[in-house]
């Protein structure tokens, strides 16, 4: 294991660049891997300032990616089917060992966070917030039987706020592969990091979420998962290069708003008109109701459940189905098709899920909007809704040499800096250098 000062050495001499460029220089360039290295330098220089660490203690560099939903729009908390993937924007850390039983964090641009390895039980107060997901994190490991010791983090983060790429997932998985490195020498395989930080999010931060976002983080690449069991869900890397499909994949940054509390209702009423469906036949979920008994209820189903509820249950069926067969027709390298299927689940979210606005606020359609712009300037490719929906931000998949086109367009009407292109990295969270 690298010092610090070694670590540093090893980043500016360009030692490390091989683990950097599958991480952040996916398009190839000098350019990108330039900036990849000036963001490591500065990270492990900002830890080094911040915390002054012992000349020999084992410094590394990790990372912990954000994500995106590529397939399966609201349909995990149904037990179904998505397909994600981890994205090249992360969370970049240094850390090393304390000697003390703390973990300090510095996230750059705020206060220094600590956690006493001694106190690993849950607070209310802390709900929603870092400290929580922290704790949660470190109790979780622990209760699988290994002994932490404190650490000292310095971290920075380019995840873009409110784009549905998931930051809590990324820090979660982040501290993860620290803890795991440092304390359980490696032991931690993905799929349980990502167990971990959905732990800390339930039961610590008091978010009731599935398991979409910290195994997309977590596992790296595209990955399809199946919740029908969503305690031991079933995983299935998806080993397809997208840099080779001749597409960019883009988010763009709609610019509405996600705080308003009438948001909260929106996303939660899918839930619930999903579930009464469900319960019209004694179940809890729709992947517990089959497609023919369904459709056979329908004239039933829409005067005990209403016309809404019926046709977010006909989304769920259609975009379980397609989640699954694009994950088939990337294995078999058939990305035309896979552009098809894209389409149709944007197709679907909008017409039967109906989360592109929100019928609280009619004057805010910004999602429709540029749903409408995107497929205006696209002669071919594919665009979606992103995420929970009713406000945030839109999935492109872009032919290359129609990028500059399309960003100049959508920024024309959304603003600058909203189109943002962004590649499905092959690694998730990780050790970047040691």
């Keep these: 294991m690298r010092t610090c000062k070694q670590l540093l050495s090893a980043v500016a001499s360009g030692e490390c660049d091989s683990a950097l460029a599958p991480l952040y220089a996916l398009d190839g360039s000098e350019a990108s891997l330039k900036a990849a290295r000036d963001r490591a330098l500065h990270v492990a220089r900002s830890f080094q300032a911040a915390f002054s660490p012992a000349q020999d203690a084992p410094a590394a560099l990790f990372s912990g990616p954000g994500r995106t939903e590529i397939g399966g729009n609201h349909t995990d908390h149904q037990h179904g089917r998505v397909l994600c993937g981890s994205v090249d924007l992360d969370m970049l850390a240094c850390a090393a060992p304390n000697g003390t039983n703390r973990i300090r964090i510095r996230s750059e641009g705020y206060p220094t966070l600590e956690i006493s390895l001694d106190q690993l039980q849950p607070r209310k107060e802390e709900e929603n917030t870092s400290a929580a997901l922290v704790r949660g994190v470190a109790a979780k490991i622990t209760e699988l039987g290994h002994t932490l010791t404190g650490v000292d983090v310095y971290a920075v983060s380019d995840v873009l706020s409110g784009s549905g790429l998931s930051s809590s997932a990324a820090y979660e998985v982040l501290l993860g592969n620290i803890l795991n490195h440092f304390c359980c020498g490696g032991a931690l395989d993905p799929i349980t990091i990502a167990k971990i930080g959905q732990f800390a999010e339930n039961v610590y931060f008091g978010k009731l979420s599935g398991l979409m976002d910290q195994m997309g983080s977590s596992v790296g690449g595209a990955v399809a998962i199946d919740f029908a069991d969503p305690a031991n869900p079933i995983v299935d890397r998806i080993d397809y290069d997208f840099t080779r499909s001749g597409y960019v994949l883009c988010i763009v940054d709609t610019g509405s708003d996600h705080s308003t509390k009438y948001l909260t209702e929106d996303y939660s009423d899918i839930t619930r008109e999903m579930k009464a469906v469900a319960a019209y036949f004694g179940k809890t979920v729709l992947r517990d109701v089959s497609v023919t008994d369904f459709r056979a209820a329908i004239p039933a189903l829409r005067q005990t459940c209403g016309d809404r509820a019926v046709l977010r249950a006909m989304h769920f069926y259609d975009d ?72 945030g931000t839109i999935q492109a998949w872009v032919p290359t040499g129609d990028l500059e086109t399309f960003k100049t367009g959508m920024e024309a009407l959304l603003g600058p800096g909203k189109c943002h292109v962004l590649h499905i990295r092959p690694q998730g969270g990780c050790v970047v250098a040691a």
């Design 320 to 391: 379980d189905r397609t989640a699954a067969l694009e994950a088939a027709v990337l294995k078999n390298g058939d990305f035309d098709f896979f552009l098809t299927l894209v389409q149709q689940s944007g197709l679907s979210s909008a017409l039967h899920l109906q989360n592109t606005w929100s019928v609280h606020n009619t004057r805010q359609q910004a999602i429709p909007l540029a749903l409408a712009e995107a497929e205006r300037l696209l002669d071919t490719g594919a665009v979606r809704v992103h995420g929970g929906g009713f406000a």
